[in-house]
């Protein structure tokens, strides 16, 4: 079984760790910092030996070229992640990425960013998605529409329930507040609202998540047409 990591970064980031067991192979998702990705694989005893980008913003990249240095790691990255990072191995939609024995497969899911992109673990049944979609959320669209996101939304609902998703940051709690908000009478956002909160409060991490529970719980995911789903989004982002 792939081991997954949290390694907590910055104020909300996750850096997320993985590693192949069978070949011992570790790669590191979003290393917005290096010092805590290099301690957390040193503390196991791990060498990091690649590095996945999924969209170009510092809070993602920024540790990619002191754990290249220090490892050599190998950096695979879409083209825009170039403006602030080295990048080995450019990939877009469709492209497939070894981790060891694992093989992810690239999608290109734009809005946060024009070129972001998520890495599907099939076999594995895991799916790091960045600033794309969070637990009970999604992210802000910078650099893309509504019907971009609404399209990566409805590409995520199609995935199996028990598919595991890994988001770059920890914005559970928040997202649930405004999820209760636009669904009162859903109870199954209720009721996550209640047991994130508590979660939030011992200090634990919320995730992974997974697409059955998005689609019980995500508004953005729930959305059922671009309209709605634009509406959540310039809500969202003056909500507190
Ligand atoms: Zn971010
Ligand atoms: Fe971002």
Known sequence: MIEV????????NYIWML??????TVAVVDPGQDVPALD?????GWRISQILTTHWHPD?????SAIKAATGAIITAPAEAERLSPV????AEGDRVSVGGLEAMVWEIPSHTA????????EAKIIFVGDTLFAM???RLFEGTPEQMFANMQRFAALPDDVRIYCGHEYTLANARFAAHVEPDNAAIAERLAAVAAMRTRGEVTLPTTIGEERAT??????PDVAELARLRTMKDSFS
Do not use: K, W
């Open 40 to 44: 957390a694989a040193n503390q196991r």
């Open 60 to 64: 993602h990249t920024g540790g990619n």
């Open 137 to 139: 959320g999604c992210g």
């Open 88 to 91: 080995d191995r450019i990939v």
């Open 115 to 122: 070129g972001h992109i998520a890495f599907y673990f099939e």
């Open 19 to 24: 590693r192949d067991p069978d070949s011992g």
């Open 218 to 223: 995500n508004p953005f995911m729930r959305a």
């Open 5 to 12: 990591i949290p390694v907590p970064a910055l104020s909300d």
